[in-house]
């Protein structure tokens, strides 16, 4: 399967993006799906996750109340709504797909990457 993320921006401290995900190849539903995020220095963490049907979610302790994961498996695609956004939300994110079921945290669950998309909030 191949990811394309975008949505990504510059936006300021308390403000909003959404990310989506876009997936090609193999029947999308079968995935899990996850969104990661990577600041320079550190190393990449999971924000968000949500299984094959999305009727289960998981988030980072930091994110939640903020972020929303969620899927559209017509459509293929995997969302992020970021809400409040804070300047240590900047970081580069990814989304990932796994073949595994579950809603899935650690980075080596997940079999496919895409990009990256730059989220810079500012201060």
């Known amino acids: 399967v191949q990811l394309q993320a975008s949505g990504g921006g510059l936006v300021q401290a308390g403000g909003s993006l959404r990310l989506s995900c876009a997936a090609s190849?193999?029947?999308?539903?079968?995935?899990?799906m996850g969104w990661f995020r990577q600041a320079p220095g550190k190393e990449r963490d999971v924000v968000a996750a949500?299984?094959?049907?999305?009727?289960?979610?998981g988030y980072a302790d930091s994110v939640k109340g903020r972020f929303t994961i969620s899927r559209d498996n017509a459509k293929n695609t995997v969302y992020l709504q970021m809400n409040s956004l804070k300047p240590e939300d900047t970081a580069v994110y990814y989304c990932?797909?796994?073949?595994?079921?579950?809603?899935?945290?650690?980075?080596?669950?997940?079999?496919?990457w895409g990009q990256g998309t730059q989220v810079t909030v500012s201060s």
């Open positions: 990932a797909a796994s073949s595994l079921a579950g809603v899935l945290i650690t980075p080596a669950s997940y079999d496919y």
């Open positions: 190849g193999r029947t999308f539903n079968s995935y899990s």
């Open positions: 949500i299984s094959r049907s999305g009727r289960s979610t």
